[in-house]
């Protein structure tokens, strides 16, 4: 596909373990400069054309980066011509980089920009089909000045590296933004700027029954801008114990009552409120002015997934493996973190309690993965996509083989740590070491320690999903794992 | 010395007592899959389920999730959690 032009802003992706690797390259504690190439895979959106960072190529000191004819280093000519072949064949549009001294601010010197206009024309009609970019990086800071096979040029508004700790470098500290009287407690701990980022954040909600109700009216409260939420079913009234906001009402307890004849039952079952509108409703109050779209549909379609495809953030709070397998992809494949939430009652065959658990599972791009965790299982896949029942499932009432306790404060155990894990990394209020676990909560474990469980999990370089040959950083270049709308 | 006695009986293939949600579960150690210890626990009354996901319990206070197929050195102190694989919400 050939890319024209460009939705703006232009932002690059970074996933932890390349920009680790960029990192220890450009900065090796020398002062000096050094130098790399990128190859990114572009995903235009409505908020923005994405560059997600998918090779990246190092040059040696001497080697391939070497004194330059007209400034103070360059990348080879052999070096460049045989990234840009490795480009050509991926698809992927190509950046070079390279560091400069400070920390807050970088741009580019004048040498860099002869550079470009000389060489990068060139680039364009070998690449052909993508656009070719020059990037500099300082500590704190990075920018970029990419030219677009039309002729024009456009600046990198952001770059973003993901991990436990995301990291936003932007040529240049933003300016401080107005403080907003409404949200003064919470300011006070992360500051104006921190309410901004949450402002300026799009979040996916997969799921909003017992924990993602909660997940949507915290996310609403903190100020987050704008909201996707996603949910195929109505409110029965037994969600009403569990849903945050629901209502009795809105599951026509009037019409949905066993004594009622089926066909009024159906009907009621058909006139409920949806989840997402009990969502939209709870947002709202919280925050007039809040984005939210409202998608009543299965996450596991194409077109429902791809309203998520541009989300800084998706949290899945929804039952059925199929529903973590797209997720889970999305995550990888778009660079988009996320985090798995949940609660579990497990029973034994004689309906005793066994474990009592709430669980949230951090998905950062190509390091932790529920495929590579075995949290995903083929054999309940097939089962879901041969059984015209799979909504059903995450009901629990109907299906008397589905028994499933589920107990709002379960949820809320889980909701809130999960939401606070995703503040505390979006406002930047991590410490540099700190290092990502999943965890479980577990309230009837008798011994104290035993009680919140943080567990590392697995992670397989060569996985199909998060692997840096599987779907990480391949954008729109692969077909996530979904069902066509037309289809159904 | 007897811990190193133990290591040396242990290698040679011998059964090792190993815990699975708190509960004692003899496998044939001291090399044994995560699924094989899940197996084992099964048919030693543990209520647990293949699909259930093995966790090794570190020194650190830790736990590190094992795969079916991961190969782990048990000794008699080694501890593990499983548990299910779905939950809901």
Known sequence: MVTQSMTLPASLHVPPAL???????????????????????VVETQRGTRFLARRLYLAKDGVDYVPGKRGYRMLTAAFIRDRIKDCEREGLAYFAVHCHGGTDHVDFSRDDLASHERGYPALLDNLEHHPVGGLVFARNAAAGDIWLQDGSRVELNATVFHGARRRVFQPAPAPKPAADPTYDRQSRLFGDRGQAVL?????????????????????????????VVVDPDRIELSNVPRVAGSHRRDALPWLTKPERPQFLRALGRWLATPKVRVAQRVARQANPE??????????????VAASLTDCDYVFLAADSMQARLVVNALVHQYLIPAVQVGAKVQLDKAGTVTDVFSVVRPLTPGLSCLWCNE???????????????????????????????????LNAVAAAYAVDNYLMSTVGLRATDYRERWTRFHPLTSTAFDRVIHEIPRSDQSCPECGSNGRLSAGGQRRLPVKSTAGV | MSSTLEQQVEAHGRTVEIRVNKKPVEVKG???TGLEIKQAAIAQGVKIEVDFILSEELPSGETKVIGNGDVVTVTKHSKFTAIADDDNS
């Open chain 2, 30 to 32: 001291p090399r044994v």
């Open chain 1, 290 to 303: 809040i984005g939210f779209d409202a998608i009543r549909g299965d996450v596991t379609l194409d077109t």
């Open chain 1, 375 to 409: 949290l995903i299982k083929p054999a309940k896949l097939q089962e879901e996509a041969l059984t015209p029942e799979q909504r059903r499932q995450q009901r629990y009432v109907d299906d008397v083989d589905v028994h499933a306790p589920s107990v709002i404060t």
């Open chain 1, 19 to 41: 920009a680790e690797q960029l990192f220890s390259h450009l900065f090796p504690g020398d002062g000096d400069e050094h130098g790399a190439v990128i190859g990114a895979t």
């Open chain 1, 199 to 227: 402002a300026s954040q799009k979040v996916g909600i997969v799921g909003v029954g017992g924990a993602g109700s909660l997940v949507n009216e915290y996310l609403a409260r903190l100020g987050v801008g704008h909201l």
